[in-house]
C-alpha cells in the first residue's frame, strides 16, 4: 500500500489492526501525546481503566486507540445524526424510473441479445478480466447459529452450505468459458469480505472444504473495517477495561476494505477489469453470470445492478430509480403511497417504480481505480443498538434492556449517486431465477432456510422439465423438487442427457449419468 492511499485511509478510521499483537506497553510519551488527542476530541473516558491494565492489555488498547481519529468519529456521527440538507424546502424531491438507455429486462428483452450478452460475458471470463466479490461479513444469528451465514445448510438433499453452492457456480462458469475458448486454466478470482467475527471460521470452512475445488491462491479471505460504537450522548464505548466496542462499518465498507487488504492491487497484477459484487444469503444468485458481464461491459458503465419487479405496491423493498436526476436507491419508507402505487403510463399493468434492489452489482475496475477520490464523500448511518459496555464510574459491565448507544455504517450504494446516469445501468431478471434471500429463522415462512431450499429444488425441477425430463414425486409440495449440482449446470444448459428420463423426486443430480 503506498504512504498516500494509507495516510489517507489512516485519516478517514479505514485502515484495520488485529488487536493483542503487540506484547510491549507502548512508551510514556506515546501514551500521553494519545491521550492529549482524545481529551482534545472530549473523548478522554477511553482511558478510564489504562492504568490498570496488564501490559498485554496496555498494548492491545492503545493499538485500537491509536488507530482511531476520535476528531473523526465526532465529526461522522455529528453528520449522521444530523445529515446536510440536500436541497430547499421549496425544491421537491425528483424520482423517475431509470431512463430506457439504462436499463434491460430479461423478462422481455430478445432473445439475440441476452445470447450476445452471455458470449461476450463469457469471453471476458476467458479473458481473464473477470473477478468475484463476496460480501459476507454476516453471521446466522437470526437462523440459529452463530458461524458465518456463508458456512449454513439450507437443508439440500446434498446438504451443501451456501458457500459451496457459489464456489461451484464459479468454478462452472470457468468450465463454460473453457469450453468455448478451447483455453485451459480459466481462472476467477473470488474475494470473500469477511467481519471480525466471521473471518477466521470463515477460513477454516474453506481450509476444511479444500476451497470447494477452486484454486487456493485464487480465493482471497479479507476483512471490512470497523468503527467504534458511541452512546447516547455521543462517547465512544469500552466494550471491556481494555476493549474498545467497534461494529462492522457496513456493506458500504467494501470500497475502502478493497485498499486496506490489498484486493484492488490483486486485481490490478490479475488485468481484472469487470467486477461482480454481491451478499452472501442470497442461494440463488448467478455467481460471475456472464450475461450480467456482458450487458454492462456492452454499455461501457462503472456500475450496473440487478433488480427484481416489486411483488406489489407494499412490498418493503429499496428501489434502483432515478432521484434528482442521479441514480440511486429510495426506502420504501421514504415514499409516499401515491408514489408507490403509481403505474407505469406504458405498461399500466406494472406500477412505474418496481426495480427492487437485490444487493447484486457489477462494477468496472476502472472506477474502483478512483475509490481514493470519493471513499470520504460517502455519508454515514445510525443503527440504534442496544450494546453492552463498561460503565466508567463503576467498572462494571452493563447489558442495556433498551438501545443505548449508536452503530455507524455505510451502505454500498450510497456511491450510486455519484455517478452521471450514462455511467450507470440496471438488469432487470426473474425473481424467480435469481434472488431468494435467507433472513430469517427456520419456520417463519417467508425468506427461511425452507423457502430457500424450495427455491433451488423449484429452480431444479423446471430446468429438468425444460429440458424434456419428467419429474414425478409421490411426497406433498416441500418435496417435489430436483437439486442440480452448479457443477452440471450454471443455468439450466447441459441437461439434454435427461431428455425423456423419469426423476423421482426429491433427488439430486451431481452428475451427467
Not at 503506498?2 to 506497553?25: I, M, P
Not at 462494477?363 to 477520490?373: A, K, R, V
Not at 449508536?406 to 450510497?414: S, T
Request: hydrophobic share 35%; charged share 30%; net charge negative.
Amino acid at each position: 500500500m503506498t504512504s498516500t492511499v494509507k495516510n489517507l485511509l489512516d485519516k478517514l478510521n479505514l485502515t484495520s489492526s488485529e488487536e493483542g499483537t503487540s506484547a510491549e506497553a507502548p512508551s510514556e510519551e506515546d501514551v500521553k501525546t494519545l491521550r492529549e488527542k482524545y481529551a482534545k476530541a472530549d473523548q478522554e473516558q477511553v482511558f478510564a481503566f489504562y492504568d490498570d491494565l496488564s501490559t498485554t492489555e496496555k498494548a492491545s488498547l492503545y493499538e485500537r486507540l491509536a488507530s482511531i481519529d476520535p476528531k473523526h468519529i465526532n465529526e461522522i456521527t455529528e453528520r449522521a445524526l444530523n445529515p446536510p440538507k440536500t436541497s430547499s424546502k421549496d425544491e421537491e424531491t425528483k424520482l423517475e424510473p431509470l431512463p430506457e438507455s439504462a436499463v434491460a429486462s430479461i423478462l422481455d428483452s430478445k432473445t439475440d441479445d441476452i445470447d450476445s450478452w452471455y458470449a461476450s460475458g463469457l469471453d471476458l471470463v476467458a479473458e481473464g478480466q473477470v473477478a468475484v466479490v463476496l460480501m459476507a461479513g454476516g453471521q446466522g444469528t437470526r437462523l440459529g447459529s452463530s458461524a458465518p451465514k456463508g458456512c449454513f445448510n439450507i437443508g439440500l438433499p446434498s446438504e451443501k452450505s451456501l458457500f459451496q453452492i457459489q464456489a461451484e457456480r464459479i468454478w462452472k462458469v470457468q468450465q463454460l468459458a473453457e469450453k468455448k475458448s478451447g483455453k485451459k486454466n480459466i481462472v476467477v478470482p473470488w474475494y470473500v469480505m469477511t467481519s471480525g467475527p466471521t473471518r477466521k471460521p470463515t477460513e477454516e470452512f474453506f481450509e476444511e472444504h479444500k476451497y470447494f475445488g477452486l484454486g487456493k491462491d485464487d480465493v482471497m479471505i479479507f476483512e471490512q473495517g470497523v468503527l467504534p460504537c458511541i452512546s447516547n450522548d455521543g462517547k465512544i464505548l469500552l466494550e471491556s477495561k481494555s476493549k474498545v466496542a467497534v461494529a462492522p462499518d457496513g456493506n458500504g465498507g467494501i470500497y475502502q476494505a478493497l485498499l486496506t487488504s490489498n484486493v484492488r492491487t490483486d486485481m490490478r497484477k490479475r488485468g481484472i477489469q469487470h467486477i461482480h459484487a454481491y451478499c452472501v444469503d442470497n442461494c440463488l444468485v448467478k455467481v460471475a453470470d456472464p450475461v450480467f458481464i456482458g450487458f454492462a461491459a456492452a454499455k461501457k458503465v462503472d456500475i450496473a445492478t440487478k433488480v427484481v419487479r416489486k411483488r406489489n405496491a407494499k412490498e418493503s423493498v429499496g428501489l434502483i430509480l432515478c432521484k434528482n436526476g442521479k441514480p440511486d436507491v429510495v426506502e420504501y419508507s421514504e415514499i409516499d403511497s401515491a408514489t408507490a402505487e403509481a403505474k407505469d403510463p406504458k405498461q399500466p399493468d406494472l406500477l412505474k417504480f418496481r426495480a427492487a434492489n437485490i444487493v447484486n452489482h457489477y462494477y468496472s475496475f476502472q472506477f474502483l481505480e478512483t475509490i481514493e477520490e470519493w471513499a470520504h464523500k460517502l455519508p454515514h448511518h445510525v443503527a440504534r443498538k442496544k450494546i453492552p459496555y463498561v460503565d466508567i464510574e463503576s467498572g462494571e459491565t452493563v447489558k442495556p434492556d433498551k438501545p443505548n448507544g449508536i452503530k455507524l455504517e455505510q451502505f454500498v450504494f450510497d456511491v450510486f449517486p455519484m455517478l452521471n446516469l450514462e455511467k450507470f445501468a440496471s438488469m432487470e431478471v426473474k425473481r424467480e431465477d435469481e434472488f431468494s434471500p435467507l433472513k430469517n429463522a427456520k419456520g417463519t415462512g417467508e425468506d427461511d432456510p425452507d423457502t430457500s431450499k424450495k427455491d433451488i429444488l423449484d429452480q431444479g425441477k423446471n430446468w429438468i422439465q425444460n429440458a424434456g425430463g419428467v419429474v414425478t414425486s409421490e411426497g406433498d409440495a416441500t418435496s417435489d423438487g430436483v437439486e442440480v449440482s452448479p457443477l452440471v449446470s450454471y443455468g439450466g444448459e447441459g441437461l439434454d442427457f435427461l431428455r425423456g428420463k423419469d426423476i423421482k423426486a426429491p433427488a439430486v443430480i451431481e452428475k451427467e449419468e
